[in-house]
């Protein structure tokens, strides 16, 4: 059964410490991105990965990095110089690039305190 | 930087009313991909227009892209309890690196 995961479901940490969101495809999708949603606002895209050992920031990079080293695994690491971190993470895949339509996962809610 | 427009943020209705979320840009767009995420789940993909005027069918669901590339609707004909959740346009702008711009998403509510 393809699809992507993303855990956990929920993660709550203190202000602070790093935290790794991981997300995982087996769809065979090249490119993997990765979106932060908050209450009211459309999807900002973080980063995003069109191959494997490349990424490039997407329109709010601060505060986060990113790692592509097998094709299937695009996990991202909130660094505690992340202003707001909390909020709703969702980890997408698609075929080649944005003109393919995204597959997304299930998405992590991370609360910071 | 380049926006993609949705309006309205929310809209309430009865079961069975009709229903129109619209989505605008200042740029014109290569492409525009909808998706609907419902309450506590994830987007999901719905249809990709690329044509100008194009205009596609899903069931009650017709989208269509404006003749300038620049706007596109969604319209729900007889609304159903199913259809709540939040539809969201995104605008595949190439002077902005080829990314996807997404709008804030219109939020549909169908009461009974």
């Known amino acids: 059964d393809g699809g992507i995961t993303q855990s956990p479901k929920y993660l709550f940490r203190k202000e602070g410490q790093n935290v790794t969101l991981s997300c995982e495809q087996n769809l065979n999708h090249d490119a993997m991105y990765w979106y932060r949603q908050d209450p009211g606002q459309g999807l900002r895209l973080i980063y995003y990965s069109q191959i494997v050992n490349d990424f490039q920031k997407g329109d709010i990079a601060e505060g986060y990095s990113v790692s592509r080293e097998k094709k299937e695994s695009f996990p991202l690491t909130v660094t505690s110089a992340q202003k707001n971190p909390t909020a709703f993470y969702l980890c997408?895949?698609?075929?080649?690039?944005?003109?393919?339509?995204?597959?997304f996962g299930p998405g992590t809610r991370l609360t910071v305190t | 930087g380049q926006q993609v427009m949705q309006i309205p943020q929310y809209q309430h209705v009865q079961e069975g009313e009709d229903f129109t979320t619209y989505c605008n840009s200042s740029?014109?767009?290569?492409?525009i991909q909808w998706y609907k995420q419902r309450p506590g789940g994830h987007p999901v993909f719905l249809i990709q227009?690329?044509?100008?005027?194009e205009v596609k069918k899903q069931k009650r669901l017709t989208f269509q892209f404006g003749e300038a590339k620049k706007n596109s609707s969604l319209h729900i004909t007889a609304t159903q309890t199913t259809d709540v959740g939040t539809y969201f346009c995104a605008g595949l702008v190439y002077n902005q690196g080829g990314k996807l711009i997404f709008g804030q998403g219109t939020e549909l509510s169908v009461k009974p």
């Open positions: 997408a895949s698609s075929i080649g690039g944005f003109i393919y339509e995204q597959y």
């Open positions: 740029t014109t767009l290569s492409n």
């Open positions: 227009l690329v044509k100008s005027g």
